[in-house]
């Protein structure tokens, strides 16, 4: 199983970029899946998750801002992200709970700066 992210770069504050997670391989199960984002010196935090039922949860920095949504026929998930700050700077990281095991994706940067 394989996790690839996609979607980062440099954008302008203001600006909006989509983020996209598919996953691949012997798939027999997909549960939860979310973004979590890394700014250097900080910790990993979590973003936006959501579960296999839809169940939706933000970090309270990015809700309002950013909207999760998966496509299960195509195991992807997605994170639509609208007004980034440069406090928004970091890699983002895709998880998913693929086969009742834990998987990440390598990580796509997400640049906000004029």
């Known amino acids: 199983v394989q996790l690839q992210a996609s979607g980062g770069g440099l954008v302008q504050p203001g600006g909006s970029l989509r983020l996209s997670c598919a996953a691949s391989?012997?798939?027999?199960?997909?549960?939860?899946m979310g973004w979590y984002r890394q700014a250097p010196g900080k910790q990993r935090e979590l973003v936006a998750g959501?579960?296999?039922?839809?169940?939706?949860t933000y970090a309270p920095s990015v809700k309002g801002r950013f909207t999760i949504s998966r496509d299960n026929a195509k195991n992807t998930v997605y994170l639509q992200m609208n007004s980034l700050t440069p406090e928004d700077t970091a890699v983002y990281y895709c998880?998913?709970?693929?086969?009742?095991?834990?998987?990440w994706g390598q990580g796509t940067q997400v640049t906000v700066s004029s």
């Open positions: 391989g012997s798939i027999f199960s997909i549960n939860g």
């Open positions: 998880n998913g709970h693929v086969n009742r095991h834990d998987y």
């Open positions: 959501i579960s296999g039922g839809g169940s939706i």
